[in-house]
């Protein structure tokens, strides 16, 4: 798994796929404004991303004072939606459009602050979000450097998609292709991963490619992100999703830091010094010693 994605089916957490008929045990939570400090676990993924997101939100979690440790390696969703139900962890990093994809499947939304305002809306009852941070994972449209065509934004692609293939990784939003004003590509095809992706691009089976913001592969210098000023592609911002009535205030207000200084360079910057061999513990505290 990888940026806590696997599956979209709500299923794994309801009997039922609407929303309504979901939500999260609260019995073993005090009332509403009774909550007090008490030890935090933060959930994390097996991917790099979540990792070091854990670990970021921990460091500043600790700052309050409170006992904060980190589970690490949850296999998918569902199980750690599974383990905030039980009250086995306390608040996991996520990515606001996949979340408000996973709990309603036919939002529109788009723009940040509209996807945020929508998964506000359709959280489960035990349920909570912190503000989001400017941190994202976005879908990107690419061309190689170099390319002889003029692109350089999304609505460029149109006078050229009929007659190119599209390469797209695993964690692209390839929904949203059909959205892009006037394009429709003459083939669409799924690649296993990301260096797959390039492969293509670099054999010429494919002209342009599919990825996320955070891709390692964008940090080699190959590929030219076309700009996506419309808005195609679903906004998915670091949030924190944590149990209902677990964190104090002062935790609550610790979880702003991350909202209101993380952006896509630190977290692209952290995970290459993770790829490099760093702990993820290290960096997390690193950045948290450079911003709070």
Known sequence: MRKLR???????????????????????????????????????????????????????????GADVSVRPDFGDRAEYLRALDAGDITVVPEFTGELLAYFDSDAQATAAADVFEELSRSLPQGLSVSDYASAEDRSVMVIGQGDPRDMHELGDLAPHCATSTVAVGSEFEDTALASIPGCTFGVVHHVADDPAVVEELRTGVASVGGLTTLSPVLATGDLEALSDDEGIFRAQNVVPLYRSG?????????LTVVAGELTSADLSDMLGQVRDGKSSVEVARTWFDAHA
């Open 246 to 254: 677990t964190l104090a205030e002062p935790q609550l207000e610790a």
């Open 6 to 64: 696997i599956s979209f089916l709500i299923g794994a957490v309801c009997a039922v796929v609407t929303v309504a008929g979901c939500s999260i045990d609260n019995s073993t939570l005090d009332e509403p404004g009774t909550a007090h400090i008490a030890p935090v676990v933060v959930g994390a993924g097996s991917s790099d991303e979540s990792a070091v997101l854990a670990q970021v939100y921990a460091t500043v979690l600790r700052s309050t």
